[in-house]
């Protein structure tokens, strides 16, 4: 904190500098969010967006939409977010993050077709851009909205999607998790047999993970 602070005052005085202080305070922000102070972050992320940058805006005006999601205040959140995706224009990548939280935030709200809505809209831009990290992710919170719903075909559909792309991308972390919601997905349907087979074979794989780890140090 004594290091952002310092920076960003020293900065701060020298107007050539001053893109460098918003990137620093962008940087402090997100510091601050990832500690729990989000109020202070939410401070620092209105001073950003009320400092003109174009550069720096987006990323305020998405920081602000995150940071008011966790406090509860959905509507301001649902403001920011929105502004954030106006302001990004053809940043795509930063597009489909912005619409996950998007989606996350009609979750909490349990308004589940606008949540699925803004989740497709991020998967078809990771798919667009080749982005298949993402579009794993896409596809298993996806799934999990459909079997939140009853709609079980479509929740296997998409985290049948989601293990392919795990697989394919030899992402251990990821087949364990999206095996496991499978799994939760076949349990809710008293297919028992199946999500015992799932939560088995999830273990196999979390066990072949920290073995890797264990390797790897």
């Known amino acids: ?10 900065f701060a005085t020298q107007p050539a500098h001053r893109s460098v202080w918003r990137q620093l305070r962008v940087a402090e922000a997100d510091q601050r969010q990832r500690l729990g102070e989000t109020n202070e972050a939410v401070e620092i992320a209105k001073a950003i967006a009320e400092s003109g940058d174009p550069e720096s805006a987006p990323k305020a005006a998405g920081l602000l939409g995150t940071l008011f999601r966790q406090q509860g205040n959905y509507d301001d959140a649902l403001l920011h977010l929105t502004q954030a995706l106006v302001l990004l224009g053809d940043n795509m990548r930063e597009k489909a ?7 996350q935030i009609y979750r909490d709200r349990n308004e ?28 298993a919170n996806v799934a999990l909205i459909y079997k939140d719903a009853d709609r079980y075909q479509e929740a296997i559909d998409n985290i049948e999607a989601a293990l392919t792309l795990a697989k394919r991308l030899n992402h251990l972390e990821y087949i364990a998790r999206f095996t ?38």
Do not use: P
């Open 97 to 103: 993050a912005v619409l996950n939280e998007l989606g």
């Open 112 to 139: 589940i077709e606008s949540c699925i809505e803004m989740l497709t809209q991020a998967l078809q831009i990771n798919k667009a851009l080749g982005n298949e990290w993402g579009a794993a992710e896409n596809h």
């Open 1 to 10: 904190k004594a290091l952002f602070r310092a920076a960003t005052a020293a």
């Open 180 to 217: 496991q919601n499978q799994g939760l997905i076949y349990w809710q349907m008293d297919e028992l047999d199946k999500a015992l087979q799932r939560y088995e074979e999830a273990l196999v794989w979390a066990e072949m993970m920290q073995h890797k780890r264990g390797i790897a140090m």
